[in-house]
């Protein structure tokens, strides 16, 4: 499973590599439970994917060459999103969720990767935040904007020496290391 340090991680390594990448493709595979777009960047390719499958899940940066279905079913394109350029990549918080920005059409869009395991998703959102569409059924009648699943997770770059001090005395019979 990842953690929100994966994310911050694959963050990193998206910024350096697919911002200002094309968007040349979106595959999804419903009984795969598995979405994939493919960019290009000057002379690489490469698969941006997001399984949610209760027996794997994960989200991964890989050379489209890499990239392989074991299925029969035809994948279905999904949100549109062909010919933008990714414009930024950026955590929402210290979480297992972060965003693309992408500019398609004189138009900025979001896609929102909700890297939760099992429970994982993607979100179209349009420039104001406003949820746009789903890769997994979910109710969109209203203009809501996204909001990220509430989490209590500690921001372990902003962890403070005086609240390791408390976490320690709060739990003694607990490694610190643990707690963290």
């Known amino acids: 499973m990842q953690t929100a340090l994966h994310i911050t991680s694959l963050v990193a390594e998206l910024s350096q590599e697919v911002v200002g990448a094309r968007i040349v493709s979106t595959e999804f595979y ?3 439970r598995a979405a994939f777009i493919f960019l290009k960047a000057e002379k690489k390719r490469w698969a941006l994917g997001l399984v949610y499958h209760p027996a794997g899940s994960g989200c991964y940066l890989v050379p489209a060459s890499k ?3 074991e299925t029969r079913e035809k994948p279905w394109p999904f949100f549109e999103l062909e010919g933008g350029h990714v414009e930024a ?3 929402l918080g210290v979480d297992r969720i972060f965003e693309l920005r992408v500019a398609q059409s004189n138009e900025t869009k979001r896609v ?16 104001e935040g406003v949820r746009r569409a789903t890769l997994r ?7 809501r904007p996204y909001a990220p699943p509430p989490s209590d997770r500690l921001d372990p770059f902003a962890l403070t020496g005086e609240q390791l001090a408390r976490f320690d005395e709060e739990y003694p019979d607990t ?3 643990r707690l963290l």
Do not use: H, M, T
Request: hydrophobic residues 35%.
């Open 30 to 32: 419903k009984k795969q």
């Open 112 to 127: 929102v990767y909700e890297c939760l395991g099992p429970n994982g998703n993607l979100w179209l959102l349009d420039s």
């Open 89 to 91: 990549v950026a955590q």
């Open 175 to 177: 490694p610190l290391v």
């Open 137 to 143: 059924k979910r109710e969109l009648s209203d203009e």
């Open 67 to 69: 990239v392989r279905i």
